[in-house]
């Protein structure tokens, strides 16, 4: 599951290098992620809602949050309709979680 979070989540912002279309971006439930990722799924939100301009962040995250950019730069982006699939086959990650303990 950790390689979908993390395809859909480099996806996101690759789009603008990649030249994407992103007039089906979505926003991203954060209970489908795991915890260390839920900060960039909330920061690519309020780039959803406002401009869809993820290039900038993708810069910001070079600097602040070299690892995950390491490892983010290595996924393949998708368009966003493949993404969206993806992303469905998340499911809520608290339910499976919760589920697991019973």
């Known amino acids: 599951m950790r390689n979908i979070q993390e395809t859909i989540i480099a996806?996101?912002?690759w789009a603008d290098d990649m030249m994407m279309d992103k007039t089906d971006a979505f926003i991203l439930d954060s209970n489908r992620?795991?915890?260390?990722?839920n900060l960039i799924v909330q920061l690519l939100n309020k780039e959803t809602d406002d401009d869809k301009?993820?290039?900038?962040l993708l810069m910001e995250m070079e600097n602040?949050?070299?690892?995950?950019?390491?490892?983010?730069?290595?996924?393949?982006p998708m368009p966003f309709s493949v993404l969206k699939r993806l992303y469905e086959k998340l499911g809520d990650k608290n339910k499976t979680n919760t589920l697991k303990g019973l």
Do not use: A, E, V
């Open 11 to 13: 996806s996101f912002l």
């Open 33 to 37: 992620f795991d915890k260390d990722l």
């Open 53 to 56: 301009m993820y290039g900038q």
């Open 64 to 76: 602040t949050m070299q690892d995950l950019w390491l490892r983010l730069s290595t996924r393949t």
